[in-house]
């Protein structure tokens, strides 16, 4: 699988970016698409994850519950993150990951990704 992250920005406090990342390849091997983000010095973390066949079936972590929004165009095999409201907190790089393991729930670390995108420089200024 691969995966194509873009959409990244400056943009100011309040305001709004859409990253996208598209996947390409063994889309058959994809039952969950995660983004997370990394910001200097600091660990990575999950921001928002999506069921690749249940679309319905989100999760947000409570840094940006009712900010971000996942969603996934299935005809563009396109997972986007729609980010309002950012805060400078928000600042880090935003990487897109695949998780192909069955699980009821999502895997909050990273390492339970497989595949991983470049990442995405997201720059909230005050």
């Known amino acids: 699988v691969q995966l194509q992250a873009s959409g990244g920005g400056l943009v100011q406090a309040g305001g709004s970016l859409r990253l996208s990342c598209a996947a390409s390849?063994?889309?058959?091997?994809?039952?969950?698409l995660a983004w997370f983000r990394q910001a200097p010095g600091r660990d990575r973390e999950i921001v928002a994850a999506?069921?690749?066949?249940?679309?319905?079936?989100?999760n947000y972590s409570n840094s940006v519950k009712g900010r971000f929004t996942i969603s996934r165009d299935n005809a563009k095999n396109t997972v986007y993150l729609q980010m309002s409201s950012l805060k400078p907190e928000d600042t880090a790089v935003y990487y897109c990951?695949?998780?192909?393991?069955?699980?009821?729930?999502?895997?909050?670390?990273?390492?339970?990704?497989?595949?991983w995108g470049q990442g995405t420089q997201v720059t909230v200024s005050s």
């Open positions: 990951a695949v998780d192909r393991v069955p699980r009821i729930y999502f895997a909050k670390l990273s390492s339970s990704y497989a595949y």
């Open positions: 390849g063994r889309t058959s091997d994809i039952l969950a």
């Open positions: 999506i069921k690749w066949t249940n679309i319905n079936t989100t």
